[in-house]
């Protein structure tokens, strides 16, 4: 992947904040990785804070939104 476009990705996910913490999840260490699919597709490995995070949906919701 180039890299160009990586760190824009990354910056784009840098808007998603956690809103129990009120941190971008970039800078908190939830994503783990960033790939594009076969398709062009962003395919991004990430984390939540806690295991049953109740505003998971809200998260992946966000970032689905800035891909």
């Given at each position: 992947m180039d890299e160009a476009l990586k760190e824009n990705i990354l910056g784009a996910l840098e808007q998603v904040i956690d809103p129990?913490?009120?941190?971008?999840?970039?800078?908190?260490?939830?994503?783990?990785?960033?790939?594009?699919?076969?398709?062009?597709?962003?395919?991004?490995?990430?984390?939540?804070?806690?295991?049953?995070?109740?505003l998971a949906p809200i998260i992946v919701d966000e970032v689905k939104k800035k891909h």
């Open positions: 129990e913490l009120n941190v971008d999840i970039v800078n908190l260490g939830l994503v783990y990785d960033v790939d594009l699919d076969e398709n062009g597709k962003a395919d991004i490995t990430m984390t939540l804070t806690s295991m049953g995070c109740p």
